[in-house]
T-cell receptor, first 112, second 111 residues
Framework: DGGITQSPKYLFRKEGQNVTLSCEQN?????MYWYRQDPGQGLRLIYY???????QKGDIAEGYSVSREKKESFPLTVTSAQKNPTAFYLC???????????FGPGTRLTVT | RKEVEQDPGPFNVPEGATVAFNCTYS??????FFWYRQDCRKEPKLLMS???SGNEDGRFTAQLNRASQYISLLIRDSKLSDSATYLC????????????FGAGTRLFVKA
C-alpha cells in the first residue's frame, strides 16, 4: 500500500526537551510538507521541501527544524525554542508543488 | 483580507438535503484548486480537484469561476457520514509555489 506514515500517533514531552516527529512516504513524491493545526484552527505551514537536501521555511518555522536526506523521509524536530509546541502535527506530500497533497495520520504532541 | 476565505458555518442540514459551500481566493496567479474533508481529530483527505469546466463525483459537484475568483462545492442527498469540515485549498504558482488552506466550513448532517 502506498501512503504516508507518521509516528508516533501521540507524544508527550516535558518542557525544555527537543522532540523529533517522523514522516515517511512511499508515493515517490518529490515535495513534502509539515503543518501544524491548533484546536478549531486551520493548517499553518511550518516547513516544506521540494527536493532532497533542500527545504524552505513556511509561515511559522521559528522553533522548528527539518532535514531531507532521503526522498522518502522528512523528519521534523520541535525544539525547546518553540513557545507553544502542543498541537496536532501533519505531514503531507505531493508529486509537485502544484499537485494535490496527501496527508499522514498526524502526531498529537503534548508538552507539559 | 485572508488569501482564501470560507464561511466557517456550521451548516446544520437534514439528511437528504442539498448544501453548497463557497470559497473565495485573492491571488489571481492561483493555478490549482481542491476540496478536502477533515473529520474531527483526523487528517485532511482529498475530496476532489476543481477544474474550470466543473467536475462531478457522485453526489459531489465542484465548480471554479476564475473571473470571480471563487470555488464552490455542492453536496446532494446529504448523508450522516458527510458531517465533517470541508477545506478549500488553492495552489499559487509563479516560479515557486504556495499552498493556501482555507480555515474550513463545518457541516453537520442530522437524521
Amino acid at each position: 500500500d502506498g501512503g504516508i506514515t507518521q509516528s508516533p500517533k501521540y507524544l508527550f514531552r516535558k518542557e525544555g526537551q527537543n522532540v523529533t516527529l517522523s514522516c515517511e512516504q512511499n508515493l515517490n513524491h518529490d515535495a513534502m510538507y509539515w503543518y501544524r493545526q491548533d484546536p478549531g484552527q486551520g493548517l499553518r505551514l511550518i516547513y516544506y521541501s521540494q527536493i532532497v537536501n533542500d527545504f524552505q521555511k513556511g509561515d511559522i518555522a521559528e522553533g522548528y527544524s527539518v532535514s531531507r536526506e532521503k526522498k522518502e523521509s522528512f523528519p521534523l524536530t520541535v525544539t525547546s525554542a518553540q513557545k507553544n509546541p502542543t498541537a496536532f502535527y501533519l505531514c503531507a506530500s505531493s508529486s509537485t508543488g502544484l499537485h494535490e497533497q496527501y496527508f499522514g495520520p498526524g502526531t498529537r504532541l503534548t508538552v507539559t | 483580507r485572508k488569501e482564501v476565505e470560507q464561511d466557517p458555518g456550521p451548516f446544520n442540514v437534514p439528511e437528504g438535503a442539498t448544501v453548497a459551500f463557497n470559497c473565495t481566493y485573492s491571488n489571481s496567479a492561483s493555478q490549482s484548486f481542491f476540496w478536502y474533508r477533515q473529520d474531527c481529530r483526523k487528517e485532511p483527505k482529498l475530496l476532489m480537484s476543481v477544474y474550470s469546466s466543473g467536475n462531478e463525483d457522485g453526489r459531489f459537484t465542484a465548480q471554479l469561476n476564475r473571473a470571480s475568483q471563487y470555488i464552490s462545492l455542492l453536496i446532494r442527498d446529504s448523508k450522516l457520514s458527510d458531517s465533517a469540515t470541508y477545506l478549500c485549498v488553492v495552489n499559487v504558482g509563479t516560479g515557486g509555489f504556495k499552498t493556501i488552506f482555507g480555515a474550513g466550513t463545518r457541516l453537520f448532517v442530522k437524521a
